[in-house]
C-alpha cells in the first residue's frame, strides 16, 4: 500500500510539474501576440511617405539608465516603420544634429528643439515622449495541490507627442498604459520560479505603445 501510495503521488507531483511548465510557455506566448500592433494600411510608395523621426524617450522611471526609454523609442519606431505609411530617418542622426545646436542637452528634448532639428534634417515630423511610470511586482497564490502559483506582472505608461517640423506644433499628444503577465508554478521548491524577465517589460511597453499609434498615424496622415 505504501509503494502504491508514492507511486500516485510522484506520478502526481510529475503531472503538477507538466503542467505548470506547459502553461507558463502558452501564457508566455498569448502575452507576446496581444501585446503586438499590425498595421491594416496599405503601404504608400516610398515617394508620397513622410519623414519622420523618433527620438530616444525620457526616462523618469529610474530604471536601467534610460534603458526604458530607449526601449519605448524603438517599440514605437518599429510599428511606424510596419505601418507602411512613413521614411524612418535614424534617431541617432538626429540627436547628433540636437547635441551640435544644444551641445548640453539632454535625452528630454521639447517640442522647439526637436522642430529645429527636425528642419535641419528635411523631416516632416519628429516624436517625442517620455517613459513616466514602469514597475514590476510578484503575486504568490497557494496551490490546492503542494505547491504555489505565481504571477508576475509588469507595467509601463508611456506620453507621446507629435511635433510638426515646419510650424513647431505639438498636433498629437497622448498617452497609454500597458500591462504584461506571466505565471509560472513551483512545487515543493522546485520547478519554474518567476523572476524578473527583461521580454515582459518589452511586452508592457509594447502593450501601452499600441493603445495610441492608430491615432499618432492617423492625425500624421490627415495633418495637410
Known sequence: MNKHF?????????????????????TKQEEAVQSGWTSSRQPLPMEQRKKI?????????DYGSGRIGRSAASVL?????????????????????IA??????????????????GKKAGLDFVVIGTVSSFGYHTVRNQALFF??????????????????????RIIVSESGRGVAEDASSKVLGFGASSGYDETMAANALRAAISKFVDKLIDQSLDNK
Not at 502559483?149 to 509588469?154: F, G
Open 53 to 61: 523621426a523618433v527620438l530616444e524617450f525620457d526616462d523618469q522611471t
Open 147 to 168: 505547491g504555489s502559483k505565481v504571477r508576475q506582472m509588469a507595467e509601463a505608461t508611456v506620453d507621446v507627442r507629435l511635433v510638426e517640423v515646419a510650424t513647431g
Open 6 to 26: 508514492l507511486s500516485k503521488a510522484t506520478t502526481g507531483m510529475a503531472l503538477v510539474l507538466m503542467a505548470g511548465c506547459y502553461s507558463s510557455q502558452i
Open 77 to 97: 519606431t518599429t510599428y511606424l516603420d510596419r505601418s507602411g505609411q512613413f521614411a524612418l530617418y535614424e534617431r541617432e542622426k538626429l540627436h547628433r544634429i
Open 100 to 117: 551640435e545646436q544644444q551641445p548640453a542637452a539632454t535625452s528630454a528634448v521639447n517640442a522647439e528643439t526637436a522642430a529645429i532639428a
